[in-house]
């Protein structure tokens, strides 16, 4: 099992910035896949950001350029740096992690982006 702890989330005006932390723990091994992946009302979830442990990181289109994922093997951390954020970013974000042909999700954390 993994558990997934998020933090950081909130609200903001058009063209700030937000940070999303999410720590894993439990039994992790060393090849997964760590990111964000978002819903917003009345739409499906869809991918925001993941990063494998062999370095390989994707972005959704709509976020390329604003945001930036990061992650810490050894600290078991992923971060997404949301930059120039836009009222469509507003969604709640959550915590992805895989492995072992398994899907672990966080408890997901809003994110509001209005003037």
């Known amino acids: 099992q993994v558990q997934l702890v998020e933090s950081g989330g909130g609200l903001v005006q058009p063209g700030g910035s937000l940070r999303l932390a999410c720590a894993a723990s439990?039994?992790?091994?060393?090849?997964?896949?760590m990111g964000w992946y978002r819903q917003a009302p009345g739409k499906q979830r869809e991918l925001v950001a993941t990063?494998?442990?062999?370095?390989?990181?994707d972005y959704a289109d709509s976020v390329k350029g604003r945001f930036t994922i990061s992650r810490d093997s050894a600290k078991k951390m992923v971060s997404l740096q949301m930059n120039n954020l836009k009222p469509e970013d507003t969604a709640v974000y959550f915590c992805?992690?895989?492995?072992?042909?398994?899907?672990?999700w966080g408890q997901g954390t809003q994110v509001t982006v209005s003037s």
């Open positions: 992805y992690f895989y492995q072992v042909r398994r899907d672990y």
């Open positions: 439990g039994s992790i091994f060393s090849i997964n896949v």
């Open positions: 990063a494998t442990s062999g370095g390989i990181i």
